[in-house]
């Protein structure tokens, strides 16, 4: 089992939809959890931190399962400019990460 | 702006020979900087941890030798691929940690690497 894991989508919304990615990881003494964004042929760029139960900002909430072993992602009122991989990356003596999820919004 | 810099964004290089990856931190200091290495429609792994002032820790199966890592001052390290072959051709991307979160990380706009 990969001690992060995705579901490589692609996930195709329409503009305005709600849409949530899920990210299960297997090390259950994992502390800190990060959602990134990934645009093609460019870095990764932290979108948001989860150190217990869940974080929220503006239209990302993320939210964090330890008894399951996932986080997860979600995104109101998609806008086209959300389109982009997004990877979850899970700490545990280093940070490994997910092979992310495509998200298509289109209008 | 940007608070980690790579140099060079883009190199093609002939196999056997040797590529060096800049990777600099900008207006802040990294004691600790990571390189990764990504395939297409993979995930970034981590190749090794660079540290300032001493050997740089490497992952489980990548070869030391070959991915020269040296970390001279505190806003500098470099990845230098020897004798590269078309099978390292990849997205090198390092990174550095958000002041005191070791895994908040700022990466680098990432070095494309050809190997023809």
């Known amino acids: 089992r990969k001690e992060v894991e995705q579901d490589p989508g692609p996930f195709n919304v329409p503009e305005g939809a709600t849409v949530a990615f899920n990210c299960t990881y297997s090390?259950?003494?994992?502390?800190?959890f990060f959602w990134y964004r990934q645009d093609c042929r460019k870095e990764p760029k932290l979108l948001m931190s989860?150190?217990?139960s869940g974080n929220e900002d503006g239209r990302f909430t993320a939210q964090l399962n330890r008894a399951s072993q996932y986080i997860s992602l979600l995104i109101r009122d998609s806008k086209l400019s959300d389109s982009a991989t997004y990877l979850c990356?899970?700490?545990?003596?280093?940070?490994?990460f997910g092979a992310g999820t495509i998200l298509r919004v289109k209008s | 702006g940007a608070v980690v810099s790579q140099h060079p964004s883009w190199v093609i290089c002939k196999s056997g020979t040797s590529v060096k990856i800049e990777c600099r931190s900008l207006?802040?200091?990294?004691?600790?900087m990571f390189w990764y290495r990504q395939f297409p429609k993979q995930s970034l792994m981590l190749m090794a941890t660079?540290?300032?002032?001493?050997?740089?820790?490497?992952e489980q199966g990548v070869e030391k030798d070959k991915f020269l890592i040296n970390h001279a001052s505190l806003t500098l390290s470099t990845l230098t691929v020897t004798s590269a072959h078309p099978e390292d051709s990849s997205f090198y991307i390092c990174?550095?940690?958000?002041?005191?979160?070791?895994?908040?990380?700022?990466f680098g706009p990432g070095t494309r690497l050809t190997v023809t």
């Open positions: 990174s550095a940690p958000r002041g005191t979160a070791l895994y908040e990380q700022y």
């Open positions: 090390n259950s003494a994992s502390q800190s």
């Open positions: 989860v150190y217990s």
């Open positions: 990356a899970v700490e545990g003596n280093k940070l490994v």
């Open positions: 207006d802040f200091q990294a004691t600790t």
């Open positions: 660079s540290n300032e002032g001493s050997k740089a820790t490497y």
